[in-house]
């Protein structure tokens, strides 16, 4: 074996080789040969292995660091020959060093010119110092990873959202294909969300419980048990659904449970290609810590939208209704409530329809109760779901109005003042409309003629909730096809701002606005004048603000 | 390609006996018109934007020469509207695609070419929730929260909404939403969009449904660096001192300017206004630091000053009042100065 020869810790001699390859350039330089002692002790001298090659890259001599390294390497034959090519590249620029794999070993290699027409190959075992640098670039990965993940789990409250970047990161960094599975939500299905490295559309889809039981795991996983062999490695036990099309057999699977707030938020499935790196224990640590933050954000997302639905089912009630197109009538409204998330607040309108088949007039009212926000529209819903109660027994605005009252002072919460605006529409065979108006405490609506003047309706009346008797003024109005009665809430006249920031909007401002609108369909003109108050208010937020415009379309048919 | 070409003539004579219809607030002449062009095969992608859009065009241009009131101009967009609810009441394919939300930026009311927007994604196969005009911003995240959809379109007609538009879009991609941005607001070649770090931006609807379904928004934004150029505070304190600046202007204007002595009381509301509008244009320019945004507005805005008898010299005026009392402003003094003679520039051309 030539790998037993430099045991002995000497270097390796080319014997006759050195002496026909040193001697040629010596003779010229004037005969100052290093003698072969010299040069040995030279070689044996560097801290490095050290082969020294001829112009022929013929290996001359190497010492004891290099034989123990590269023990193919013998003199007398090309340096690249016996398995070593890779190493010793003849293609790599002259002193700058490379890294090389050499068996378990990893070599650091650096060529120089030894003398004139020598060359020295430097080598050094880098196998521990690679390692660490390995690890710690690893651990670098790993921590930004993590980085990376928290702000994108944690910027959505939305479950789907959570649950797409969660496997979306876990692409391709921890698997070949990531799936969140949600916890099931009281049924008997659940749903799923997969990315899978190189295809770029995310997959979703159903599976039954039963189907998320066959997978070793999963189920416990689900039930927010920790899964029993968290790694299993039988491909024949992966049931269709769990991989993408076009896969293929999976290598590797991770089941890991999604820790969430007491309650379990699903588990995520990861899975790696046949030919792919076993999950080991630090991808495991780290697919732990991932799952508990992906965890924690789905099951807060989780949360909000439980709270979220039961809200808008709160609220549904409380928002405006559709207004649809009446014979002879049309009707448009806005709402933009001071609280902007959930658009609900203390200002309303209202449109009640006589139920099938029964006399009656469609009423409309625009109402503002004490106050903001969702306190404020709950007692708005109050008195809209009075209103349609005292419907069933009384029709007559002006007779409506005390009964309101009536109601509100049993009303049990403190300042449950409300003011508002009844009108009963009635439309004529001469496509006018004739409109009983009932006023409380509210400014009274403003009527646009065909001419572009603009009037206040008559009705006057004290608001509703504070004395026990109302004082009541109604009124008739009689539009005109085309002309327009607005009602509107004070959110719209006492709003501040304008060029100066500081001035009122004003009853004679919402007139003349009103007034440029002659002839323009009613949608038009309650938008027109949302935008102009907007505008006013100047990306401020004060009060509620409430339109509703009633139009009269012309004779029917 | 072909039935584009096929339906281009028939659909340029139809124009004209659209337009004529809305500007007559015609709503069934419109409708009838544009379902019977629907089914003679037109395809409702190509109604909504090669006739209805263009005509909404034309209204503005309209408007801006002074040929149109502004009751006229909004009765006939009211009037487009219904025409496109009763298109897409017609087509309804199911949908295929994600989940998008379509929304104007808060203070937005030009809502038809966002709507538009949406309902040519409706038509391709989205998922589509459209909030309407003035979405604000609390509102439109409790939204994403809700229905987490894909992406959001958000619309931006005027670049005065700029700053809300930024502020709007930034909390989007801080709930994780990618934005594709679109509207002239952000610039005839959508410069703004990118300026303020939108993920996307579409110059028309058709574009903006091609971007969406070529996948061209990331799954996740990328976090934008704040604009470096709002450190001065100019913009800042441009809008915070707006209403003492513009009570001001009126009163300088009113000696610098001597026909004013004569204006009425809403002659004057409006000029406070006009004032109004050219301080917001350029706390706009100041926002995303662009000498075009403002000089195009004082051009446009001295034709169609000039198209209602507001000589050149009263916006130059305007103007110079300004660039007075902006002292501490040498970033918008200087804006000033190409404005002024943007409108010297404007008025040259228009005036002959």
Known sequence: MIAAQPAD????????????????????????????????????????????????????????????????????????????????????????????????????????????????????????????????????????????????????????????AAVELAVPFLADAAMVVLPLAGLRQTSWLRATARRRALEEGTVSAAAAAQVPGLAEALAGFPPAPSRWLDPAQVPGWLLPEGFGQAGHLLVTPLPGNGVPAGALVLARHEDGAPFDEETETLVRMFAARAGTAISAATLYQEQSETNAILTGGLLPPELPALAGVRLAGSLRAAQQTGLIGGDFYDLCLPSPGTPGEPLVVLGDVCGKGARAAVLAGQVRQSLRTLLLLESSPERLVPLLNRSLLACPSPRSYVTLVLGALRTGQDGHVRMNLAVAGHPAPLILRGDGTVQEAGARGSLLGALKDTVLTPAVVDLAPGEVCLFYSDGITEAFGGPSGREMYGLQRLKNALSTCAGMPVSAVVERLEQISTDWLAGTTQDDRALLAVQAAGPVG | MSRLTLAAGGLLSAGERYLERIGETDEFGAVDLVLGLLDDGVPAESLLLELIAPAQRRIGELWAANRWSVAREHGATAISERAVAAIVARVRPEPVLGRITVACTDGEYHALPTRLVAEVLRLRGWRVDFLGASVPGPHLITHLHQTGPDAVALGCALPTRLPRAHATLTACQAVGVPVLAGGSGFGADGRFAGLLGADGWAPTADVAADHLAAGGLPAFPVPRDPLAHLSDEEYTQLTCRRGALLTGAMTTLAAAYPPMAAYTARQLESTAEDLGHILDFLGAALYVDDARLFTDFISWTTGVLLARGVPVRAVEAGLRVFHGELRDFPRARHLLLQAIEAAHTAGAELEI
């Open chain 1, 9 to 164: 810790e000497t270097t390796r001699l080319g014997g006759d080789h050195l002496e026909e390859t040193t001697r040629a350039p010596d003779r010229e330089s004037g005969g100052r040969e290093p003698g072969r002692e010299l040069l040995r002790a030279i070689v044996e001298a560097s801290g490095e292995g050290m082969v020294l090659c001829g112009p022929d890259d013929v290996v001359v001599m190497l010492n004891a660091a290099a034989a123990r390294l590269v023990p193919e390497v013998v003199p007398g034959r090309p340096v690249g020959s016996g398995g070593a090519g890779a190493l010793f590249d003849l293609g790599h620029p002259e002193g700058e060093s490379r890294e090389s794999g050499h068996g378990a070993q990893r070599l650091r290699v650096r060529r120089e010119s030894f003398g004139l027409s020598h060359r020295a190959w430097y080598l050094r075992d880098v196998t521990d110092e690679s390692a660490r640098t390995d690890a710690l670039l690893a651990e670098r990965r790993r921590t930004r990873f993590l980085m990376e993940a928290g702000p994108r789990l944690s910027a959505s409250l939305n479950t789907r959202r959570c649950a797409r």
